[in-house]
Protein backbone atom coordinates (compact mmCIF):
# COMPACT_ATOMS: atom_id res chain seq x y z
CA UNK A 1 0.00 0.00 0.00
CA UNK A 2 1.34 3.58 -0.98
CA UNK A 3 1.58 5.99 1.60
CA UNK A 4 -0.69 8.38 0.00
CA UNK A 5 -3.28 7.50 -2.44
CA UNK A 6 -5.05 10.30 -4.42
CA UNK A 7 -7.22 8.78 -7.34
CA UNK A 8 -5.63 10.69 -10.12
CA UNK A 9 -8.65 10.58 -12.25
CA UNK A 10 -9.35 14.26 -14.25
CA UNK A 11 -12.54 16.07 -12.83
CA UNK A 12 -14.43 18.31 -14.96
CA UNK A 13 -17.02 20.56 -13.58
CA UNK A 14 -18.74 23.56 -14.47
CA UNK A 15 -18.09 27.36 -13.70
CA UNK A 16 -19.48 27.81 -9.64
CA UNK A 17 -19.89 24.25 -8.83
CA UNK A 18 -18.12 23.36 -6.14
CA UNK A 19 -14.76 20.62 -6.28
CA UNK A 20 -14.41 18.36 -3.84
CA UNK A 21 -10.67 16.04 -3.77
CA UNK A 22 -9.40 13.64 -1.62
CA UNK A 23 -6.28 11.18 -0.22
CA UNK A 24 -6.11 8.95 1.83
CA UNK A 25 -2.83 7.73 3.75
CA UNK A 26 -1.66 5.00 5.79
CA UNK A 27 1.24 6.28 8.14
CA UNK A 28 -0.68 7.55 11.20
CA UNK A 29 2.84 9.43 12.48
CA UNK A 30 1.86 12.10 9.53
CA UNK A 31 0.52 15.46 11.03
CA UNK A 32 1.38 18.23 9.18
CA UNK A 33 -1.03 18.47 5.71
CA UNK A 34 -0.83 20.33 2.64
CA UNK A 35 -2.16 20.86 -0.51
CA UNK A 36 -0.47 22.32 -3.48
CA UNK A 37 -1.41 23.38 -7.16
CA UNK A 38 0.12 23.26 -10.00
CA UNK A 39 -0.51 25.06 -13.56
CA UNK A 40 0.28 23.08 -16.46
CA UNK A 41 4.10 23.86 -17.49
CA UNK A 42 4.63 25.01 -13.65
CA UNK A 43 6.26 23.60 -10.37
CA UNK A 44 3.67 23.15 -7.90
CA UNK A 45 2.81 26.02 -5.26
CA UNK A 46 1.45 25.87 -1.87
CA UNK A 47 -2.39 26.81 -1.45
CA UNK A 48 -2.95 25.19 1.82
CA UNK A 49 -1.15 24.36 4.83
CA UNK A 50 -3.06 22.48 8.19
CA UNK A 51 -1.48 20.75 11.44
CA UNK A 52 -3.12 18.05 12.92
CA UNK A 53 -7.03 17.72 12.26
CA UNK A 54 -9.23 20.23 11.59
CA UNK A 55 -10.84 22.34 9.10
CA UNK A 56 -8.85 25.20 7.62
CA UNK A 57 -10.87 28.16 5.52
CA UNK A 58 -9.38 30.26 2.95
CA UNK A 59 -11.49 32.13 0.34
CA UNK A 60 -13.38 29.76 -1.65
CA UNK A 61 -10.91 27.18 -0.19
CA UNK A 62 -11.25 24.68 2.53
CA UNK A 63 -8.92 22.28 4.00
CA UNK A 64 -10.06 19.31 5.99
CA UNK A 65 -8.22 16.57 8.39
CA UNK A 66 -9.81 14.09 9.60
CA UNK A 67 -7.02 11.68 11.66
CA UNK A 68 -9.13 8.66 12.76
CA UNK A 69 -9.94 8.11 8.89
CA UNK A 70 -6.30 9.00 7.76
CA UNK A 71 -8.23 11.00 5.12
CA UNK A 72 -7.92 14.71 3.85
CA UNK A 73 -10.40 16.31 1.49
CA UNK A 74 -10.25 19.99 -0.36
CA UNK A 75 -13.07 21.47 -1.27
CA UNK A 76 -13.40 24.59 -4.04
CA UNK A 77 -16.24 26.83 -3.81
CA UNK A 78 -17.57 28.81 -7.05
CA UNK A 79 -15.02 27.08 -9.16
CA UNK A 80 -13.54 29.40 -11.69
CA UNK A 81 -12.17 28.91 -14.68
CA UNK A 82 -8.89 29.47 -13.25
CA UNK A 83 -8.92 27.02 -10.39
CA UNK A 84 -8.10 24.72 -13.35
CA UNK A 85 -4.93 23.14 -12.80
CA UNK A 86 -3.63 19.87 -10.96
CA UNK A 87 -4.13 19.38 -6.98
CA UNK A 88 -1.69 17.32 -5.14
CA UNK A 89 -2.05 16.44 -1.14
CA UNK A 90 1.08 16.17 0.80
CA UNK A 91 2.11 14.95 3.82
CA UNK A 92 4.62 14.30 6.76
CA UNK A 93 5.43 13.31 10.28
CA UNK A 94 7.64 16.41 10.86
CA UNK A 95 10.99 17.03 11.98
CA UNK A 96 13.56 15.60 9.32
CA UNK A 97 10.74 13.01 7.28
CA UNK A 98 9.97 13.70 4.12
CA UNK A 99 7.02 15.34 2.79
CA UNK A 100 4.64 11.98 0.91
CA UNK A 101 2.70 13.43 -2.66
CA UNK A 102 -0.16 12.29 -3.60
CA UNK A 103 -0.47 11.86 -7.48
CA UNK A 104 -2.28 14.63 -8.21
CA UNK A 105 -5.90 15.68 -9.03
CA UNK A 106 -6.23 17.16 -12.60
CA UNK A 107 -9.06 19.52 -12.22
CA UNK A 108 -11.29 21.46 -15.18
CA UNK A 109 -13.54 24.26 -14.86
CA UNK A 110 -15.70 24.32 -17.57
CA UNK A 111 -16.49 28.19 -18.40
CA UNK B 1 12.61 37.14 -4.21
CA UNK B 2 12.78 35.36 -7.65
CA UNK B 3 11.94 32.34 -5.81
CA UNK B 4 13.33 28.96 -7.10
CA UNK B 5 15.42 29.32 -10.28
CA UNK B 6 16.33 26.64 -12.19
CA UNK B 7 17.56 26.07 -16.11
CA UNK B 8 17.56 25.33 -18.43
CA UNK B 9 13.60 24.87 -19.02
CA UNK B 10 13.59 22.54 -21.83
CA UNK B 11 16.78 19.85 -22.33
CA UNK B 12 16.55 17.39 -25.59
CA UNK B 13 19.25 14.94 -25.64
CA UNK B 14 20.47 12.52 -26.80
CA UNK B 15 20.61 8.90 -25.31
CA UNK B 16 23.83 8.07 -23.90
CA UNK B 17 24.81 12.04 -23.44
CA UNK B 18 25.44 13.29 -20.23
CA UNK B 19 22.69 15.85 -18.93
CA UNK B 20 23.25 18.44 -16.13
CA UNK B 21 20.34 20.36 -14.63
CA UNK B 22 20.81 23.30 -12.49
CA UNK B 23 19.19 25.11 -9.44
CA UNK B 24 19.24 28.04 -7.36
CA UNK B 25 17.13 27.81 -4.43
CA UNK B 26 15.27 31.06 -2.01
CA UNK B 27 17.98 32.33 -0.14
CA UNK B 28 17.69 31.68 3.62
CA UNK B 29 16.91 28.15 3.20
CA UNK B 30 18.91 25.46 3.80
CA UNK B 31 16.86 22.68 2.65
CA UNK B 32 17.29 21.53 -1.08
CA UNK B 33 15.31 18.92 -2.63
CA UNK B 34 15.02 17.63 -6.16
CA UNK B 35 12.25 15.43 -7.51
CA UNK B 36 11.31 14.02 -10.70
CA UNK B 37 7.71 14.09 -12.07
CA UNK B 38 6.02 11.63 -14.36
CA UNK B 39 2.23 11.25 -15.52
CA UNK B 40 2.80 7.07 -14.28
CA UNK B 41 4.45 7.82 -11.22
CA UNK B 42 3.69 11.71 -10.03
CA UNK B 43 6.11 13.13 -7.80
CA UNK B 44 9.04 11.51 -6.91
CA UNK B 45 11.76 12.58 -4.43
CA UNK B 46 15.11 12.33 -5.60
CA UNK B 47 17.57 13.36 -3.00
CA UNK B 48 17.45 16.10 -0.23
CA UNK B 49 20.07 18.36 1.13
CA UNK B 50 20.56 19.89 4.49
CA UNK B 51 23.08 22.47 4.54
CA UNK B 52 24.69 21.53 1.72
CA UNK B 53 25.29 18.14 2.49
CA UNK B 54 22.83 15.13 1.10
CA UNK B 55 20.53 13.61 3.79
CA UNK B 56 18.86 10.99 2.03
CA UNK B 57 19.06 9.83 -2.08
CA UNK B 58 17.65 6.90 -1.39
CA UNK B 59 15.51 7.89 -4.16
CA UNK B 60 18.13 8.46 -6.90
CA UNK B 61 17.33 5.43 -9.28
CA UNK B 62 20.87 4.38 -10.57
CA UNK B 63 24.29 5.52 -10.23
CA UNK B 64 23.83 7.33 -13.51
CA UNK B 65 22.14 9.85 -11.38
CA UNK B 66 24.48 12.18 -8.85
CA UNK B 67 23.75 15.71 -7.72
CA UNK B 68 25.47 18.07 -5.67
CA UNK B 69 25.21 21.04 -3.58
CA UNK B 70 28.53 23.14 -3.66
CA UNK B 71 27.43 25.96 -1.45
CA UNK B 72 24.38 27.13 -0.21
CA UNK B 73 22.93 28.81 -3.89
CA UNK B 74 23.84 26.34 -6.59
CA UNK B 75 23.12 22.62 -6.94
CA UNK B 76 23.11 20.44 -9.87
CA UNK B 77 21.71 16.96 -10.55
CA UNK B 78 23.45 15.05 -13.40
CA UNK B 79 22.89 11.68 -15.62
CA UNK B 80 25.45 10.11 -17.31
CA UNK B 81 24.65 8.44 -19.54
CA UNK B 82 21.10 9.64 -20.16
CA UNK B 83 18.45 6.94 -20.76
CA UNK B 84 15.14 7.56 -22.66
CA UNK B 85 13.38 6.31 -19.63
CA UNK B 86 14.98 9.43 -18.08
CA UNK B 87 12.25 12.06 -19.75
CA UNK B 88 10.70 13.76 -17.37
CA UNK B 89 9.94 17.07 -16.00
CA UNK B 90 13.19 17.58 -12.75
CA UNK B 91 12.10 19.88 -10.32
CA UNK B 92 14.34 21.57 -7.56
CA UNK B 93 12.62 23.01 -4.25
CA UNK B 94 13.57 24.69 -1.03
CA UNK B 95 12.42 25.00 2.30
CA UNK B 96 13.34 26.11 5.48
CA UNK B 97 12.94 22.93 7.49
CA UNK B 98 12.24 19.17 6.06
CA UNK B 99 9.05 17.72 7.00
CA UNK B 100 6.93 20.76 8.19
CA UNK B 101 8.02 23.89 6.29
CA UNK B 102 6.16 23.95 2.81
CA UNK B 103 7.99 23.77 0.12
CA UNK B 104 8.91 26.09 -3.31
CA UNK B 105 9.21 24.44 -6.52
CA UNK B 106 10.86 26.04 -9.15
CA UNK B 107 9.50 25.53 -12.79
CA UNK B 108 10.81 22.80 -13.17
CA UNK B 109 13.50 21.10 -16.93
CA UNK B 110 11.75 19.71 -18.66
CA UNK B 111 13.99 16.87 -20.19
CA UNK B 112 13.52 14.65 -23.19
CA UNK B 113 15.48 11.82 -24.03
CA UNK B 114 15.96 10.34 -27.82
Known amino acids: QKEVEQDPGPLSVPEGAIVSLNCTYS??????FMWYRQYSRKGPELLMYTYSSGNKEDGRFTAQVDKSSKYISLFIRDSQPSDSATYLC???????????FGKGNQVVVIP | DAGVIQSPRHEVTEMGQEVTLRCKPISGHDYLFWYRQTMMRGLELLIY????????DSGMPEDRFSAKMPNASFSTLKIQPSEPRDSAVYFCASSLGAGYSPLHFGNGTRLTVT
Open chain 1, 90 to 100: AMSAGGNNRLA
Open chain 1, 27 to 32: NSAFQY
Open chain 2, 49 to 56: FNNNVPID
